[in-house]
């Protein structure tokens, strides 16, 4: 008898038992709107549903502005519509959601805030929204507004319920509503008056978050209302929001009957409250023009002729670890493969983390030249030539001597130097200056004819427009993948300008300008000499395949490769070189020392190998130790200082290369 029973229920309420089960299994029940009914609103297509337990609908503009902008009204939604009319014909959004009998209390907040979610989500709403309220829907418009003050573009109000002791109450000289305030008292759980009264959490109270939020608010009211009297409602906020430095304006309406003991009467101007509603509407700015940030110069038309007409191409990335790591250079690959599909790339990767431009004029014939010519080099060092404290001269000297190298190397190469961005360029420019590295490497390309893309400056005034964030959005100087696309799409446009129109069969490259020098001393033959290379070198150890034994990191090529290491002070090592220039690239460690050196038998000097990095991984540093020598043969030498950084466990210096600049003529 009773397994009959059990399935007669089950027969009867299989929809009862498939929520039970749900709310059974996931602790709660569907909050999802339920099936929409389409239907006509002034000309305007209103789509209704179920959202809960409450009726809503969002009203459609025919021709919706961008960003999707919208009102919010609480309450009589059919009371004067005219204002709603206008918005709605100039593309804004409409909706409402009846959460009646509610009066604004927190379980009334909880379920606008439920609410918004569902219709920023499934219509494709602004994230920031204008708030309408008439009579009682003040009470819902700011007690929302409060508790999401970031999302709220501006409030309108009519003869809005500011305190909920004067309506329905009835305890000032308002006339009240005895039904409503029973019904107000149940649903905020109040057990006495007592209670109700000392509630502070009327649309009168805790305004100050409103106000540093500065959202405008506009009241149209009634001077002569009886039932929501002003001065115990909107003249008492407006006077509070006012003194917290909140936006305010009161718009008394004079015209026309005054109806309902003076609650009611006409809207003087509809077309006020609809422009202050536009005017304060958060709605997406024109995104920048990205080619305000490139400087065309000499172009890069060489390599298009190349690219088209020999169906051969050799493009090289030089830089840091923001263009050693994916993103912006995989896609400007993937870009240069798709724009020239019937071409044969040879694309190098020389991105290697920390390096700047000092590194990069030295290891260019090691990480790019070595396999021939490049046709189009993309050159970054304005984030780590900053970071790794590179002085202006030699961020000049290390820039300048990449680019003569490379046109040495290829007289028709282009060359496109880029300035990444960081948070420190970023300050610089919102006080209306110009970092020094990207000054100088400026100057080195205008020098040189050279193509720039600013990214630091784009990026920051991007930012600064609101197209999007560094903390959610772009991340960190080493970008996020959103961060590497702002980067590529600047590049691709830069790109697709650069490259305008076509190539005729006889058109040739031409050789770019080879100015004089800015700087004679300009790094523009820079060589590694691997200490493999040099040979033993009496006074300090040759360790054939060096590796860490304190188990702290290291990167490619300084590990398990031959090093010169130095340890005992006084002990002296002697390198020959023939330039102008020199210097070593060490692993500097946990314990990296300190060493000084002489050239030639001049004055010792100091240097600390130790950096901000060191204790945390054996970090290549590349320091120069003399420049600007007189052509000819020279003499480094070297050894450990008994002094010790304090910060270092160790006095270790260990040589992965030597470098020079080597005497060269007509360069």
Known sequence: MLLREIQYILMKNRLYFTVLVLFVLTGTFSNTAHAQQVSDWKGFEQVSFTFEEYNAWVVKPQNPQKGNPWIWRARFPGWHTEMDSMLASEGFHLAFIDTKNKYGSTDAVAVWDRFYAHVIKN????????????????????????KNPE????????????????????????????????????EYGFVTVEEAKDYVGNPIDGLAELAKHKVPVIHMIGLNDEVVPAKENTLMLIDRYIKL????????????????????????????????????????????????????????????????????????????????????????????????????FDFIPAGIGSMGTTPAAFRLQRDVLKNGP?????????????????????????????????????????????????????????????????????KVAEHYNISTINLAKEVTERIDAGEFTWTDDFKNLHPSPFG????????????????????????KPEVHKMPDKLDVACYNNGILVPVEDVGRLKGWS??????????????????????????????????????????????AGPDAGIIEYSIDGELWQK?????????????????????????????????????????????????RYFFVNENKKHQ
């Open 374 to 442: 490049v046709d189009l080099l993309f050159e970054e060092a304005a984030v780590n030539d900053a970071t790794n404290g590179r002085t202006a001269e030699e961020q000049i000297r290390a820039m300048e001597g990449i680019v003569r190298h490379v046109r040495k190397n290829n007289p028709v190469c282009d060359v496109v130097i880029m300035h990444f961005v960081d948070p420190d360029k970023m300050k610089t420019y919102r006080k209306g200056e110009v970092p020094e590295v990207i000054q100088n490497h400026e």
């Open 542 to 587: 040759y360790v054939e395949n060096w590796q860490p034994d304190d188990k702290k990191g290291t990167r490619s090529n300084y590990a398990n490769v031959p090093m010169l290491v130095g340890e005992d002070a006084g002990k002296i090592v002697k390198f020959k070189f023939e330039g102008n220039a020199v210097g070593i690239a060490v692993a």
């Open 151 to 186: 999302k709220v573009n501006a409030i309108y109000a009519e003869a809005p319920v500011c305190d909920f002791k004067s309506w329905p109450a009835g305890f000032g000289e308002g006339k009240g509503s005895q039904d409503d305030w029973k019904l107000l008292m149940a």
């Open 245 to 344: 430095g909140g936006i305010a304006t009161i718009v008394p309406c004079t015209k026309g009957e005054q109806k309902l003991f003076g609650h009611h009467f006409p809207i003087d101007n509809p077309r006020l409250g609809a422009d202050f509603i536009k005017y304060h509407s958060q709605l997406p700015k024109a995104k920048l023009d990205a080619s305000a940030y490139h400087i065309m110069r000499g172009g890069i038309r060489n390599s298009f002729i190349k690219f088209e007409q020999e169906k051969k191409g050799r493009v090289a990335f030089l830089g840091g670890s923001i263009t050693k790591m994916g993103g912006w250079r995989d896609s400007i690959c993937n870009y240069l493969a798709s724009r020239f599909p019937d071409t044969e």
């Open 123 to 146: 219509f494709n709403l602004n994230k920031k929204v204008t708030l309408e309220g008439v009579s009682r829907g003040g009470l819902f418009i700011y007690n929302w507004a409060k």
């Open 484 to 507: 590497q696309n702002i980067y590529y799409q600047s590049m691709k446009i830069f790109l697709d300008n650069a490259w305008f129109g076509f190539v005729a069969d006889d058109d």
């Open 607 to 655: 240097q600390d190998l130790f950096t901000r990095w060191s204790s945390y991984l054996h970090l290549p540093w590349y320091y120069t130790l003399a420049s600007g020598l007189k052509p000819g043969k020279h003499i480094l030498q070297l050894r450990v200082s008994k002094e010790k950084n304090q910060a270092s466990a160790g006095r270790f210096c260990r040589i």
